[in-house]
T-cell receptor, first 120, second 111 residues
Framework: NAGVTQTPKFQVLKTGQSMTLQCAQDMNHNSMYWYRQDPGMGLRLIYY???????DKGEVPNGYNVSRLNKREFSLRLESAAPSQTSVYFC???????????????????FGNGTRLTVT | SQQGEEDPQALSIQEGENATMNCSYK?????LQWYRQNSGRGLVHLIL?????REKHSGRLRVTLDTSKKSSSLLITASRAADTASYFC???????????FGTGTSLTVIP
């Protein structure tokens, strides 16, 4: 049982290049999330998806796009990378039933091991 | 932002000692969760405490919650070198499926 799998593990981009970070979970979870982690800032939510076909902005969505391809996969795209997007990116999933929220349904998040992205 | 703040930012103790870290948050919560992150890895869920609970135990972990002070503490008893990690508290937003993390406490347990 792999849990949450992220690819690639490491990536170096030049300013202006684009790339897609891939995430897949095999736990049949409805909710999926993308976070970035920066020193001293904790984890900040970029986008989340409550169910297949829906996506919502988090705290820091600018410069990113997401696609919930199906129930298993949630990708994060950087269209034109900037040095400020140098960070560690984490994907997570949670077993919240459709129609309920994190607030009303006490469910932990399951994380992948991250993608370390450097933009030069 | 509902983001929590952990205190202290860093903590260094000897193996066998207890480690206590604190979390403060800004708005009302339904539950509060604690996570551990080993170096170079993703976060792992440790324990969840509901807003109507004051204390919860799981193995060597003890979590307390004081909703009147908007704070929680995580106690790790009889620490081991393997407990060396960063620890984060997290709370859910009251709309949607947003989930907010604090800035973390870095714990070092010296063998």
């Amino acid at each position: 049982n792999a849990g949450v799998t992220q690819t690639p593990k490491f990536q170096v981009l030049k300013t202006g290049q684009s790339m897609t970070l891939q995430c897949a979970q095999d736990m049949n979870h409805n909710s999926m999330y993308w976070y970035r982690q920066d020193p001293g800032m904790g984890l900040r939510l970029i986008y989340y998806s409550a169910s297949e076909g829906t996506t919502d902005k988090g705290e820091v969505p600018n410069g990113y796009n997401v696609s919930r391809l199906n129930k298993r996969e949630f990708s994060l795209r950087l269209e034109s990378a900037a040095p400020s997007q140098t960070s560690v990116y984490f994907c997570a999933s949670s077993a919240i039933p459709p129609g309920l929220t994190q607030w009303s349904y006490n469910s932990p998040l399951h994380f992948g091991n991250g993608t370390r992205l450097t933009v030069t | 932002s509902q983001q929590g703040e952990e205190d202290p930012q860093a903590l260094s103790i000897q193996e066998g000692e207890n480690a206590t870290m604190n979390c403060s948050y800004k708005t009302s919560i339904n539950n509060l969760q604690w996570y551990r992150q080993n170096s170079g890895r993703g976060l792992v869920h440790l324990i969840l405490i509901r807003s109507n609970e004051r204390e919860k135990h799981s193995g060597r972990l003890r979590v307390t919650l004081d909703t009147s002070k908007k704070s929680s503490s995580l106690l790790i008893t009889a620490s081991r070198a393997a407990d060396t990690a960063s620890y984060f508290c997290a709370t859910a937003g009251n709309t949607g499926n947003q989930f907010y993390f604090g800035t973390g406490t870095s714990l070092t347990v010296i063998p």
